[in-house]
């Protein structure tokens, strides 16, 4: 995935416009078969180009055999109709070479690939910001990340030298000095290794060293002669300084990898408890269960679920927090995801004085099943929720489907307030999330304030209450996020229960 995403400027490929493709694992899916189309017209252009010459080489073979059959007959031109004939043959042999020439089959066939634009520049930005991204969040050194692993952990293909370049291009691009200097560093030392591929500018490589040691403090231009031209004559040098610099600079024990948290933070702003959620997500490790958590199978008190009660676990008592296992249905995720698939649009965020935020804030694709069909599809899903928590789901807000791929990520927030839909039902009163995938490599659900974080299980769905039950206060400690994803591709959907028709200990409408 890293190999692709680090070399899509070099691929001739396709994608649809006005789509973050690389955020959603469907769009990036899309994104393929289009490319697939476009390779089946490239075949047909290219068995249409293979007919067409041959078929001009054995015509013109035709013409020349002609042509020297004329020519033993020197006396023909003094016969008008032979010669009348004769032209007529030329003028249609130069009419048919024509034709052949220039190939109006083959110009038609191509006419499918130029209906569909190419790939922008912004969508490779967007790629390579997708990366940076996850680079900055779990503090990833460029050696490992062009390794293709964190921790021990496989996330990806290794990475050459032209990969390290482009990507190091990219952060200049983007004014990103350090990460220049992580990925120039790291592409040298590739480019060394590799046998100096031609795809590396040596000069240019040392000229995004330089900028970036005067920027980021980091001398480096004591390892390089910035007047020379000739890097074979500094290699051993670089070699003995550089494996001493890259122990100073990337110790993630220390937390330091180029001061890398500090450049984030730096970037996307300071988030109230962001650092808890970094490390929960970074760390995977979640407070102990206390002893009034448990685990058991739950009937609700419904005749009916003695035979099949719900697998209910207790994640957080106050505020509460639960997740009840297997309570979705294979048939039913994949029936949501077919819905979903050709609807999905890119995630927004909506702030408080009404503007549209994306992408450093949430970065996915979303689709809303519309009631009709929850009502036809998922009215059986209705009943199971409304028994697992107790509350009834018709002034609920339509189920919203969520799909995040490479980088996808939710930073911390609340639920309770929305502004997307009518208030006339009241606040988010509970979040019911399900979801529909297993994910590789975490893709937590995190819980910054509680210090919990709550693994993807397929089939499963969280819930927690946004609103204290007795006053309609919102519930500060249920503030989460959705951990960037490493690898792999995490659906979800999300139901919020709304205050009207709910049994509560005060009235919505008087706060």
């Known amino acids: 995935m890293f190999k692709y995403l680090a070399v899509v400027s070099s691929l001739l490929i396709f994608a649809e416009a006005n789509q973050i493709w690389h955020t959603s694992q469907l769009a990036l899916t899309k994104l393929y078969d289009l490319q697939n189309d476009h390779f089946?017209?490239?075949?047909?252009?290219?068995?249409?180009?293979?007919k067409r010459l041959e078929e001009l080489k054995n015509y013109v073979a035709t013409v020349y055999e002609w042509r020297d059959h004329?020519?033993?007959?020197?006396?023909?031109?003094?016969?008008?109709?032979?010669?009348?004939?004769?032209?007529?043959?030329?003028?249609?042999?130069?009419?048919?070479?024509?034709?052949?020439?220039?190939?109006?089959?083959?110009?038609?066939?191509?006419?499918?690939?130029?209906e569909h634009k190419y790939i922008s520049s912004d969508h490779i930005l967007w790629a390579h910001r997708s990366l940076r991204r996850i680079q900055l969040f779990y503090a990833i050194p460029a050696s490992d990340m062009s390794a293709g692993g964190i921790n021990e952990k496989c996330i990806g293909d290794g990475m050459n030298a032209c990969e390290c370049y482009v990507i190091a291009k990219y952060c200049l691009e983007e004014n990103d000095m350090y990460g220049v200097l992580d990925w120039a560093i790291e592409a040298y030392g590739k480019w060394e290794s590799e046998g100096q591929p031609n795809c590396v500018d040596p000069?240019?490589?040392?000229?995004?060293?330089v900028s970036s040691s005067v920027y980021t403090g980091f001398d480096f231009m004591n390892l390089l002669n910035p007047s020379g031209s000739n890097y074979q004559e500094y290699t051993e040098k670089f070699a003995r300084y550089y494996g001493l610099i890259k122990n100073e600079l990337f110790e993630l024990e220390k937390e330091r990898a180029i001061d890398i948290t500090k450049v984030y933070n730096d970037l996307v702003g300071r988030h109230l408890f962001y650092n808890e959620f970094r490390h929960l997500c970074k760390h995977g490790i979640s407070r102990t269960l206390t002893k009034y958590s448990?685990?058991?199978?739950?009937?609700?008190?419904?005749?009916?679920?003695?035979?099949m009660p719900f697998k209910e676990e207790d994640i957080n008592n106050e505020p509460l927090v639960k997740l009840y296992h297997d309570v979705l249905y294979d048939n039913e995720i994949l029936k949501i995801k077919t819905m979903s698939s050709e609807?999905?649009?890119d995630a927004t965020v909506r702030k408080t004085e009404g503007s549209i935020k994306r992408e450093s804030t949430r970065l996915g694709q979303v689709y809303w099943i519309n009631e009709v069909d929850a009502v036809k599809y998922f009215d059986a899903l209705n009943t199971r929720i409304e028994s697992f928590t107790g509350f009834s789901t018709k002034t609920a807000e339509n189920y919203q489907v969520v799909n995040y791929g490479l980088g996808g990520h939710y930073i911390p927030h609340h639920d309770p307030f929305s502004r997307?839909?009518?208030?006339?039902?009241?606040?988010?009163?509970?979040?019911?999330l399900f979801y529909l995938t297993?994910?590789?490599?975490?893709?937590?659900?995190?819980?910054?304030?509680?210090?919990?974080?709550?693994?993807?299980?397929?089939?499963?769905?969280?819930v927690w209450n946004n609103l204290d039950i007795s006053n309609g206060q919102m519930c500060g400690d249920t503030l989460h996020g959705s951990c960037p994803l490493l690898k792999g591709n995490k659906w979800i959907m999300t139901r919020w229960l709304r205050e009207e028709g709910q049994h509560l200990l005060y009235n919505w409408e008087d706060i």
Do not use: W
């Open 438 to 462: 297993d994910v590789q490599n975490e893709g937590y659900t995190s819980f910054p304030k509680l210090n919990i974080i709550v693994p993807t299980e397929k089939g499963a769905a969280l």
């Open 294 to 307: 448990r685990c058991r199978y739950q009937t609700k008190n419904l005749f009916y679920r003695i035979l």
């Open 343 to 345: 609807n999905m649009v």
């Open 203 to 209: 000069e240019i490589l040392k000229n995004y060293i």
């Open 420 to 432: 997307n839909q009518s208030m006339k039902f009241g606040n988010r009163l509970v979040t019911v």
């Open 70 to 114: 004329i020519k033993t007959k020197k006396d023909f031109l003094h016969d008008q109709l032979v010669v009348i004939k004769v032209m007529k043959q030329m003028h249609q042999h130069f009419f048919r070479i024509d034709d052949l020439i220039k190939n109006k089959q083959s110009i038609e066939a191509l006419k499918d690939i130029d």
């Open 40 to 50: 089946n017209v490239l075949d047909n252009y290219l068995d249409l180009e293979t």
